[in-house]
């Protein structure tokens, strides 16, 4: 005991760092070290049932649902107002819920779906223009088709459209925010500030950012705020408002990135 309390005495400082420093760093880093591979581990992703993009339509829309959702209502209804608004075009859902359900790795299994599906959709060279449009976490499946799409596909038109998109990445707390918008030739995003999800209530800077909370107090609408960007979107198709690069190349000049519009109605 005596040997213990001596060693003790001669040793105290560097103890007394290891248990206070050290010991707590080390144990932190170990941790995060596991979130991060549990994160980004390799996937298959058997579960995803892709839809079938073999098309002959020149243009193509591409709707992805967020994190701990599935392509029902409200985004089976945002396809079908979309089908309508411009005829001629196909819209798929795609189902990656299988994949959604956990808010750590949502994001990046949502972004390494989306770029197996941007080769597929590549290899179809009937394709002249891509509208990708998502919902929440979905943004990374879009951002993820949109790069992988465009590596192959240069001369396509593609218009993303973020609705209240997540942010979060791993652990960047901030990547959508620098990054969505970036691939394709027009972005635009529509979000609601009432929302805390991060990235979705406030400037995307390289979209076109329309704010719509005022729209949703205006008219006293009960919709959920990180739901709210989906109707409203519904709503600009079915009014034949919304804006489609494609259609009109006025609309990057109009509406450029960078751009925080707050909309009423």
Known sequence: MNVIISTFKKHWLKIGIWLLIILPVGSFLIVS????????????????????????????????HG??????????????????????????????????????????????????????????????????????????VIYGACQAFKRVNKTATVQTTYLDPVSVYGIWWNYGLHHFGECADYSEAYIDTGDGVPGSNELIPQTHTYDVTAARKHTGQQTQTHLWPIE??????????????????????NKPAGVLEVVKD
Not at 34 to 62: C, G, K, N
């Open 67 to 140: 994190l701990r959702d599935h392509p029902t209502a409200p985004m089976n209804s945002l396809r079908a107002a979309y089908e309508q608004a411009v005829p001629g075009s196909r819209a798929f859902n795609v189902d990656w819920s299988p994949y959604a359900q956990n808010s750590l790795t949502c994001a990046t299994n949502g972004k390494r779906i989306g770029e197996r599906i941007g080769r597929e959709l590549a290899t179809n060279p009937k394709i002249q223009s891509l509208h990708l449009v998502a919902h929440s976490c979905g943004a990374f």
């Open 232 to 253: 409203y979107y519904r709503q600009l198709l079915a009014n034949g408002r919304a804006p489609m690069v494609w259609k009109d190349s006025a609309v990057e000049e």
């Open 33 to 64: 070290a596991f979130i991060l591979a549990y994160m980004f581990w390799p996937r298959a992703f058997e579960q995803i049932d892709a839809p079938d993009f073999e098309t002959s339509d020149s243009h193509v829309a591409l709707l992805a």
